[in-house]
């Protein structure tokens, strides 16, 4: 795919380069969950979810994985700044050692917002892992406990990110470059 929705894509990251990053970040967390007896994983759909099903795959603990599912784009290739919850987590995590995963830290608003969220429901740890940083757009002050890249600020889509929903399955990440 050389295209999406009429817009030219430019490879950023190739499939290789993320997985590396991806096993090294598994590593991590490893090491620093591994006296936590009842770790869990909440990956946030929909864009988190290819991130956090390669992450999980990598990580040698006992642990279980939920999702919450967060909606602040739509069509748009600009976060609203305003965060919908579609879907709740299932599972208790008061006492519950807990990593949040995500695709992308962008505007920090998205991120901060779940963060504070689920700090409300008791966990005894709560840390935060992203496979992206877009440092140069941050509206708020948030800093994620795991970053795999920073990335410039550029319309990213494939491995899980999308435009519109279109761009998801793309094994690598591009940029979607102006006309």
């Not at 999702?67 to 748009?76: A, D, K």
């Not at 006492?95 to 966990?123: A, Q, S």
């Amino acid at each position: 795919m050389k295209d999406i929705r009429g817009r030219k894509l430019t490879l950023l990251l190739r499939k290789e380069e993320i997985n590396r990053r991806v096993l090294e970040l598994a590593k991590k967390i490893e090491k620093d969950f591994k006296e936590s007896p009842n770790f869990l994983i909440i990956g946030l759909l929909k864009g988190g979810f290819v991130f956090t099903a390669d992450l999980v795959r990598n990580i040698n603990l006992p642990l279980q994985v939920d999702f919450l599912w967060v909606s602040s784009y739509g069509l748009s290739m600009e976060s609203s700044g305003s965060i919908k919850i579609l879907k709740d987590i299932d599972t208790d995590i008061t006492n519950r050692d807990v990593l949040i995963v995500d695709d992308i830290l962008d505007t920090g608003i998205t991120l901060r917002c779940i963060y504070e969220f689920l700090k409300m429901k008791n966990p005894s740890k709560l840390k935060t892992c992203v496979l992206l940083d877009k440092k140069g757009r941050r509206k708020v002050d948030f800093k994620a406990d795991y970053v795999g890249f920073e990335v410039p600020d550029k319309f990213l889509v494939g491995y899980g990110l999308d435009w519109g929903e279109l761009g998801r399955n793309l094994p690598e990440i591009y940029a979607v470059e102006n006309q």
